[in-house]
């Protein structure tokens, strides 16, 4: 993920609206962690307003640039996927390539 300037927090966090899709019914919980080096966690911001399954869009809020390891789980079931996250102005990009 490559995060444009309007993507960067008043707080230095990176954000980004994730989505997802739920099969089985249940609230959607999602958690982080970074994998390269010590980081906080990441924060979940999850609407409540989209029923018990199907679409559930999110926002994800990384602390810091890295590599992330992010699980969404309903219930029993758990997607898991590791994004590397970067700030596209450290490195000389305004828009996504």
């Known amino acids: 993920m490559i995060a444009t300037p309007d993507e960067i927090e008043k ?3 990176i954000g980004m609206k994730w989505p997802w899709w739920r099969g089985p019914k ?3 919980r999602i958690t ?3 994998l390269d080096d010590n980081a906080g966690p990441l924060v979940a911001d999850i609407s409540r307003s989209y029923g018990s ?3 559930q869009p999110s926002g994800i809020f990384f602390p810091t640039e890295g ?3 992010v699980t969404g789980a ?3 079931a758990r997607l ?3 994004t590397l ?3 596209a102005s450290k490195y000389g990009l305004t828009e996504k390539p």
Request: charged residues 15%.
């Open 11 to 13: 707080d230095g966090s």
């Open 26 to 28: 249940g609230a959607l």
């Open 32 to 34: 982080g962690r970074r």
């Open 53 to 55: 399954s199907g679409f």
């Open 67 to 69: 590599c992330w390891q």
């Open 74 to 76: 309903v219930g029993q």
């Open 80 to 82: 898991t996927f590791v």
């Open 85 to 87: 996250v970067l700030e």
